[in-house]
């Protein structure tokens, strides 16, 4: 997580000296180009705005970023190992092709330990890296206007079919479902904690998600649904807008937000999500104690199914509700991010002094 790392100014500088002392500790996602490296990469040096750092492998390719391959980030980690550097290599040379665990066998590996090294070295496992570069290559093709079959070909599919069906799972739709020109546009947003899937209209913002939450193709439809099918792939100016600051919100800088945004539920369940974002920043609530605040205490379990109906992570902070004995509970995003999102604000609040 980048909370753990020194300041971007000082990795920054340590980027444009080469400086080994973060070897292995930390690496530079350049969003001007889409790849991540060492910071001791030789390659032209990214302009400070294009830089984020991470300090693990995964976090980098969760974010949607691709391995630089004139210092070979993945390949150095992981030297040691014969067989990651093969399936590395592998993947590196044909990143569409639809990898199995067959095809691990038909290398001449066991599936088992090739799980446990690519987990030890990168935090992920191999099938999951390959799948994730699948998954960016179309959905990039996607973004920029690429018809399904190129989409498809880049995504390393079988068939225009398989690929429409994959993306119907992720997304909730087939991708030639999607308009040119619509009235919503969904975009991608990287951060420390993974790739988000943005939705916006030109003045709010009705969806911001991590992208492997299960939820996101139930919400995908509805919003379909309510714009009437006018839903495609691009962005507008709230999305801009959410991505400086949830860039200024990772960075521990503010974790408050001014991105306009457009709620979707009955009246409770908007007043649910209004006193979310009431909670003050570093604190968690109980959902006995949001219903308390309601004015509705006998309404913990309808509290309970708004707070995970949310589709504006992070903005509705969802993540401040704990269970009554303090411990996390239910986060669609993944109890882990759930644990770093309050790390974060607790860090942020401690710096502003309200904790």
């Known amino acids: 997580m980048l909370i753990h790392l020194p300041n971007d100014q ?10 080994p002392e973060f070897e292995g500790r930390a690496y530079v996602c350049v969003s001007s180009t889409g790849i991540f490296c060492r910071l001791t990469c030789p390659a032209r040096k990214p302009k400070f705005k294009n830089c984020s750092f991470q300090e693990t492998i995964a976090a980098c390719l969760e974010a949607g970023f691709r391995p630089c391959k004139r210092c070979h980030p993945m390949q150095t980690a992981a030297e040691a190992d014969p067989a990651v550097q093969s399936l590395l290599a592998a993947l590196e040379q044909s990143p569409q092709h639809r990898w199995s665990e067959a095809d691990i066998v038909s290398a001449g590996f066991d ?51 398989a690929f429409r069906a994959a993306f119907g799972k992720l997304l909730g739709m087939a991708p030639s479902h ?11 947003i990287d951060t420390p904690l993974g790739a988000m899937i943005a939705v916006s209209d030109a003045s709010s ?30 962005r507008f100016s709230p999305t801009d807008q959410v991505q400086k600051e949830l860039d200024a919100y990772f960075k521990g800088d503010v974790a408050s937000f ?20 009431s909670i003050p920043v570093g604190q968690t609530r109980s959902y006995s104690q949001l219903a308390k605040e309601l004015d509705n205490p006998a309404a913990t379990r309808a509290v309970a199914r708004a707070n995970g109906a949310n589709p504006l992570a992070i903005l509705v902070p969802c993540h401040r509700v704990i269970a009554s004995d303090g411990n996390l509970t239910g986060y669609g995003g993944g109890l882990w991010r759930k644990q770093k999102l309050i790390d974060l604000e607790q860090k942020i609040a401690r710096k502003a002094g309200s904790l």
């Open 258 to 277: 001014k991105t306009p945004i457009t709620m979707h539920g009955s009246a409770f369940t908007q007043q649910v999500w209004r006193q979310l974002r």
């Open 205 to 234: 913002l009705h969806l911001l998600e991590f992208l492997e939450r299960k939820a996101l193709p139930r919400e995908l439809k509805a919003l379909h649904k309510r714009a009437k099918g006018s839903l495609g792939f691009g």
């Open 10 to 19: 000082i990795l920054y500088q340590a980027l444009l000296e080469r400086d």
């Open 178 to 188: 999607f308009q040119q020109d619509a009235l919503l546009r969904a975009d991608w």
């Open 111 to 161: 599936p088992s330990t090739i799980r446990r090294s690519f987990k030890r070295h990168f935090g992920i496992t191999f099938l999951e890296m390959a799948r994730q570069t699948r998954i960016r290559e179309g959905f990039e093709t996607l973004a920029i206007g690429g018809k399904v079959i190129e989409a498809q070909l880049d995504a390393g599919f079988a068939s225009p079919s």
